[in-house]
C-alpha cells in the first residue's frame, strides 16, 4: 500500500502531524506494530486539535484512517469499521467540487475493497462501483487519479467483485451492472463479462414484470459480448447460451420466427464448444431442448421434436439421481415427449410424461422460483390424459395445480397468462365430458383473463382469444362476441409493435384461423340481431395494416383549430414514426433491433399525444376504431354493401344513407360455394383469353348469372323495394373473404323478357364502385375537402425490360388517345419510353393529381408489397407507392394486369396496387381484377375518357363521374371488346 498521508499547515498540529508521519514512515519499513500504535496516536491528536468546524478535519480524518487501514491490510489491526467510519466522515467534508474529494472518493473504494476481501460483504463492493463511477469523468490518461484508481488492486477488483455477485433484477441491482459496465470501456478485458451480467440482470427483470424493452437492451448486450469473444475464448459458450436463451424468450413474447431460428443456431453453436465431459453440456442440451420443442410447435418439423427428447434422453444421462439439477431435466424431458404426443397421439408418450413430471415435482424445494411451471405442465398433461381416458381423477388434479400455480404467481408474473390458459382447458376438458354449465362459465373466465393479462407474451394471448372465440361459437356462449373483439385489440396491438411494413403482414399471418375472425364476428353479431356491432366488427379486423399506416397520415385541420400545440407535436410525432417504421426489415439483425426499439420508443410518445387529444371533449373517440355512426358516413352518396362469406353464414349488410343497416341473408350460399365460384370464374378467365374476341363466352355468362341470382338478386330486391333505390344510383361493394375474388359487379341474368327486351343486369340498375373498406371510404371523401388545380400525366412502359414481360404494343397509341381527350386547361404531360423509369414515375404520382398508367402489372401472391408496376429499369413497387403521402391527389386509371387483386392469405387486407394509391391520397382509382389485353383496352379507356371529359362541361375535371364514366364506356363497346376485358375494370373510391 502507497502512503496518502496529508500535511496540516497550523504549528501545534503540524508538529503533531509530522511526528505521526515519522512514525508511520517508520512502520512502513520496520513493520514494528509499536511503530504503527505512535503514528495513530499522534494522529489523534491532530484530529483532536480539528474541532467539527476546523477547516483541515478532513484530512485529520484521512491521515487517520490511513494509518489504521494500513495496519489491517497487515493484519496488525481488526477493526475496519471505524477505519471506514473514519473516511466517509472525510468524504462528507469535501463535497462536490471540492479539489480533495477525488482522493476521498479513492480511499474510501480503497477501504470498502479491503473490508470485501476479509468479509465479502456485497454491499461494500456495491458501494465501491458506485464511488467508482463517481470518479469515472476525472479518471482520464495522465491524470494523478487514473495512476492510483486504475488497476486491479482498485477498479479491477471492484468490476471483479460486482461481477461475481448473484444476478439481482431489482431496479437498484441493474443499475449497478450498468454502472459497472460503465466502468469496462470498449477495449477492457472484463467488458464482455460485464455485458454478460447485465444482459443477464434486464431479462431476469423481464421475466418478472414483462416489459420488452429490458428484454430487447439484454438481447443488444448479450450480442456484444459474443462479437467480443475471440476464437477460443474460454466463456465464448456462455455468451452464446445466454444470448440464445434471451431470443427464444422474445420468440415467446413477439412470435418473430427469426429469433427463433437464431437461438436454435446459436445454442447449436455452444452445444459444440461443449464436448462430451464438458461441464456445461448438460445445461447447453436442455437449452437446445426447448428451443427445438418451440420450433416444433411452430411449424411441426418431426425431426425437431425427435432430437429434443434424444437431447434430454442424454441430459438425464449427467444427471443422475442426487444431482441438483435433475428435476429441471426431468420436466424438460416430460415437456419433450408431451409436446411430441401433441403431435403423433402416441399414448405412451403421454403417460412418460406424466411420470416424469411427478418425479420432477417431487425433487423441487417448496421455495423453487419455477415450480409454477411443473405445476402447469403436469396439469396440462393431465388434461390431456383425460379427454383420452375420461377419468375423473386426472381432471380433478389438474384444475387443482393450475389454482395453485395461479396462487404462487405474483399478479404481474408473466406465466399467470400460461397458468389461466391452461386452467380453461382443463374445466373445458370436464365441461365436454360431464357438460356442467359452470365448468363452461369458468373456462370462458379464465379464457378473458388469459386474454387480458398484461404482461402475457401478445402471440400467447392471440393465441387464446382465437381459441376462446371458436370455442364461445362452438358452445353457443354469450362471450363469443367479446372474444373476437379481443382478438382484433390484441392483433393490433402485435402488428402495431412491428417496426416495418412487411413484418406487419407477417404477424398478422402468423397465426392460423385467424384471416376468417373479421367475417365470424359479423356472422355471430347477425345471428345475435345486433347489425350495428356486425359492421364495427368487420370493420375494426378487416384492413387493420392499412388502418395502422393510415393513423399516421390523419386529417388535423379541426384539431387544429381547438389545439394548434398539440396539432403540431401528433404531426412531428407521426411524422418521425412515419419514417422509423421504414417499408421492410433490416437484414442486419443488430440494426433490426434497434430500429425496433426506437420504433417503440416513438410509438409510446404518439400514444401519450393521442392520449392528451383523447382528453379533450370534441375528440374523445380520436383514432379509436370507428362506431356506426362514424362508418356510416361512407353512405353519404349511396347505400354501401358489405358482403360477408363465414364458414357460419354467408350474407349482406346493406348500409343506407341514414337509419340503421340492413340484413340480406343469402341461404343458398356457403362459403365452400363461394370458393368454387372463384376457382371456376378463373378457369373461365383464362379459357376466354385464348377464344377468338367473337366467339361466346358461355361459361362466363353462367358463371355471371349464378352471381345475379344467388348473391345479388336478393340484395338488389332490398334496394328497390325496401329502399326505394333509384335505378342509376350509386352504390359501393365491399366484398370481404372469398367474395373479394368474385366479380360482383358483373352479375347479370342474361335474360329476356317476353316483350324481347333484356332483363336488366347490375349495372343497368346501379353505378357501381368498390371500397376496400368503410373507413377507406370515408378517409378519401374527407380528402375530398382539398382542392388544388388539375394537373394530369399519362405513363406508359410498353417495352420492359428483359423478363418483364412480352412488349404491349398498343400502349403508346393509348398514351396519345388519352393525351388527346384530356382538357388541354390540366396541364398534360405524357411519360414514356427511356423516361418511364422507377424514380420518373413515382415523382410524376407525387407531382399531378390526374394519373393514367399503362404498362404491366404484376400482383405477388407471395409478397404482396412487393406487387408491382414494369418500369423501364426497375419494378415501382407497392411499398414505393405507400411510402409516398400524395393528400392532393384525385383520380388514378390503371391500365395494366392485376392491379385490384388482394393478398390470397390475406383477402379482407386488401393489399393490392389500387388500394395502395387509394392509401397514398388518390380518392377515385380505375383498377383491374386480371389480365388486361392492351389492343382491346384501349377502347375501353377511349370510350371512359370521352365519357369523363364531356365538352358540353367545358371539360371540368371531376373525379366522382368516374364510376358513371367507367359504367358508361363499358356499355359502349359491348361490340368491340370481349365480355372478360369489359368486366375487368373496376371503380374504387368515391
Excluded at 355512426?629 to 362469406?645: C, E, F, N, P
Excluded at 364510376?963 to 361490340?975: G, I, Q
Aim: negative net charge; glycine residues 4%.
Amino acid at each position: 500500500m502507497q502512503l496518502r498521508l496529508q500535511s496540516l499547515a497550523d504549528c501545534k498540529m503540524a508538529r503533531d502531524t509530522d511526528a505521526g508521519h515519522a512514525r508511520f514512515a517508520k512502520y512502513v519499513m520496520s513493520k514494528k506494530v509499536s511503530h504503527l500504535n505512535n503514528a495513530v496516536e499522534h494522529f489523534l491528536l491532530v484530529l483532536d486539535q480539528c474541532p467539527v468546524s476546523h477547516p483541515d478535519r478532513a484530512t485529520a480524518l484521512t491521515n487517520l484512517a490511513w494509518a489504521r487501514l494500513e495496519g489491517y491490510s497487515q493484519n496488525d489491526l481488526q477493526d475496519i469499521d471505524t477505519t471506514i467510519s473514519l473516511f466517509h466522515d472525510a468524504l462528507a467534508l469535501r463535497p462536490r467540487h471540492h479539489p480533495d474529494r477525488p482522493l476521498s472518493l479513492y480511499n474510501l473504494a480503497e477501504a470498502l475493497n479491503w473490508r470485501h476481501k476479509k468479509k465479502n460483504i456485497a454491499a461494500d463492493i456495491r458501494e465501491a462501483a458506485q464511488i467508482c463511477h463517481e470518479l469515472l469523468p476525472l479518471w482520464t490518461e495522465g491524470t494523478y487519479i487514473r495512476s492510483i484508481v486504475a488497476g486491479e488492486d482498485c477498479v479491477d477488483y471492484v468490476i471483479n467483485g460486482c461481477i461475481s455477485l448473484p444476478i439481482d433484477a431489482s431496479d437498484e441491482g441493474i443499475h449497478l451492472r450498468q454502472v459497472v459496465l460503465e466502468l469496462c470501456p470498449i477495449g477492457h478485458q472484463l467488458r464482455p463479462r460485464a455485458l454478460d451480467k447485465l444482459s443477464w440482470a434486464l431479462r431476469a427483470r423481464f421475466e418478472q414484470h414483462g416489459s420488452i424493452d429490458d428484454l430487447d437492451t439484454s438481447i443488444q448486450l448479450g450480442r456484444e459480448a459474443v462479437s467480443l469473444c475471440p476464437e477460443g475464448h474460454s466463456d465464448c459458450d456462455i455468451y452464446l447460451n445466454n444470448l440464445a436463451f434471451s431470443l427464444q424468450l422474445r420468440f415467446d413474447h413477439q412470435g418473430k420466427p427469426n429469433d427463433l431460428d437464431e437461438a436454435i443456431f446459436l445454442h447449436e453453436e455452444a452445444l459444440r464448444l461443449r464436448p462430451v465431459g464438458h461441464k456445461y453440456r448438460d445445461a447447453s442440451l436442455d437449452n437446445l431442448g426447448l428451443a427445438l420443442i418451440a420450433r416444433f410447435k411452430k411449424r411441426g418439423d418431426l425431426y425437431d421434436i425427435t432430437r429434443a427428447v434424444s437431447l434430454y434422453r442424454e441430459a438425464l444421462t449427467l444427471h443422475p439421481p442426487g444431482h441438483p439439477s435433475r428435476d429441471i431435466t426431468l420436466n424438460n424431458l416430460a415437456h419433450a415427449l408431451q409436446a411430441r404426443y401433441d403431435g403423433l397421439y402416441v399414448i405412451e408418450d403421454l403417460n412418460e410424461a406424466i411420470d416424469r413430471y411427478r418425479e420432477s415435482f417431487q425433487l423441487q424445494r417448496l421455495d423453487d422460483p419455477e415450480r409454477h411451471a411443473t405445476l402447469l405442465n403436469l396439469s396440462s398433461a393431465l388434461s390431456s390424459r383425460f379427454t383420452q381416458t375420461q377419468e375423473n381423477e386426472d381432471v380433478e388434479e389438474a384444475i387443482t395445480l393450475c389454482q395453485e400455480s395461479l396462487a404462487a404467481l405474483s399478479s404481474l408474473h408473466p406465466a399467470k397468462c400460461v397458468s389461466y390458459a391452461w386452467l380453461q382447458r382443463a374445466h373445458l376438458s370436464r365441461y365436454r365430458i360431464q357438460h356442467k354449465p359452470i365448468d363452461l362459465s369458468s373456462a370462458m373466465e379464465h379464457f378473458r383473463q388469459s386474454s387480458i393479462h398484461p404482461t402475457g407474451g401478445l402471440p400467447q394471448r392471440i393465441l387464446v382469444a382465437i381459441d376462446w372465440a371458436l370455442q364461445a361459437e362452438i358452445y353457443q356462449h354469450e362471450s363469443a362476441l367479446d372474444a373476437y373483439q379481443m382478438c382484433f385489440e390484441l392483433f393490433d396491438s402485435h402488428v402495431m409493435t412491428r417496426s416495418s411494413i412487411i413484418s406487419r403482414r407477417e404477424a398478422a399471418t402468423a397465426f392460423r384461423g385467424a384471416g376468417s375472425l373479421p367475417v365470424d364476428a359479423a356472422s355471430c353479431a347477425i345471428r345475435r340481431e345486433n347489425l350495428q356491432r356486425a359492421v364495427e366488427l368487420m370493420e375494426q379486423g378487416r384492413g387493420q395494416q392499412w388502418s395502422l399506416a393510415s393513423r399516421l397520415r390523419t386529417p388535423l385541420e379541426d384539431l387544429e383549430s381547438m389545439s394548434p400545440e398539440l396539432a403540431r407535436k401528433l404531426l412531428h410525432l407521426s411524422k418521425h414514426l412515419s419514417d422509423a417504421q421504414g417499408s421492410a426489415a433490416s437484414t442486419d439483425r443488430v440494426a433490426a433491433d434497434r430500429a425496433a426499439t426506437e420504433y417503440r420508443r416513438l410509438t409510446r410518445q404518439w400514444e401519450a399525444a393521442v392520449a392528451e387529444i383523447r382528453d379533450l371533449r370534441p375528440f374523445s373517440r380520436f383514432l379509436l376504431p370507428p362506431s356506426y355512426k362514424d362508418l356510416q358516413a361512407a353512405a353519404r352518396q349511396g347505400q354501401v354493401i358489405i358482403l360477408i362469406a363465414s364458414q357460419y353464414s354467408c350474407s349482406a349488410i346493406i348500409v343506407p344513407t341514414s337509419g340503421d343497416p340492413h340484413h340480406v341473408p343469402l341461404p343458398s350460399v356457403t362459403l365452400v360455394d363461394l370458393t368454387n365460384l372463384k376457382d371456376r370464374f378463373a378457369r373461365a378467365i383464362r379459357q376466354a383469353s385464348r377464344m377468338n374476341p367473337t366467339e361466346s363466352r358461355t361459361d362466363l355468362i353462367v358463371l355471371s348469372r349464378i352471381i345475379w341470382e344467388e348473391i345479388m338478386l336478393p340484395i338488389v330486391n332490398v334496394l328497390e323495394l325496401v329502399l326505394k333505390l333509384k335505378r342509376r344510383s350509386r352504390i359501393w361493394l365491399c366484398p370481404t373473404a372469398a367474395f373479394t375474388s368474385i366479380p360482383l359487379h358483373a352479375a347479370n341474368p342474361f335474360q329476356t323478357k317476353a316483350d324481347r327486351s333484356k332483363e336488366p343486369c347490375l349495372e343497368d340498375l346501379y353505378i357501381c364502385s368498390y371500397t376496400p373498406t368503410l373507413s377507406a371510404l370515408v378517409r378519401s371523401r374527407q380528402l375530398m375537402k382539398k382542392c388544388v388545380p388539375p394537373s394530369f400525366v399519362a405513363i406508359g412502359q410498353g417495352q420492359p425490360g428483359a423478363g418483364n414481360g412480352k412488349a404491349l404494343l398498343a400502349v403508346d397509341s393509348e398514351l396519345e388517345i388519352v393525351h388527346k381527350l384530356v382538357p388541354a386547361t390540366a396541364n398534360r404531360t405524357t411519360i414514356s419510353g427511356d423516361a418511364a423509369t422507377r424514380a420518373g414515375a413515382l415523382e410524376a404520382l407525387q407531382h399531378n393529381t390526374w394519373v393514367h398508367l399503362a404498362c404491366h402489372g404484376k400482383q405477388d401472391c407471395t409478397q404482396p408489397y412487393d406487387s408491382h408496376f414494369v418500369m423501364r429499369d426497375a419494378h415501382l413497387t407497392l411499398l414505393d407507392i405507400m411510402d409516398r403521402d400524395i393528400p392532393h391527389a384525385e383520380f388514378a386509371f390503371l391500365s395494366a394486369c392485376h392491379t385490384a387483386v388482394g393478398d390470397e392469405e390475406t383477402p379482407d387486407e386488401v393489399i393490392h396496387l389500387a388500394a395502395g394509391l387509394q392509401f397514398s391520397g388518390f380518392k377515385s382509382v380505375i383498377g383491374t381484377l386480371w389480365e388486361v389485353d392492351d389492343s382491346v383496352a384501349k377502347h375501353v379507356v377511349e370510350a371512359f375518357y370521352k365519357y369523363m371529359f364531356d365538352m358540353k362541361e367545358d371539360g371540368v375535371m371531376d373525379c366522382t363521374k368516374a364510376a358513371w364514366a367507367l359504367n358508361c364506356a363499358t356499355h359502349a363497346v359491348k361490340t368491340k371488346v370481349p365480355l372478360e376485358q369489359r368486366m375487368v375494370f373496376i371503380h374504387i373510391g368515391v
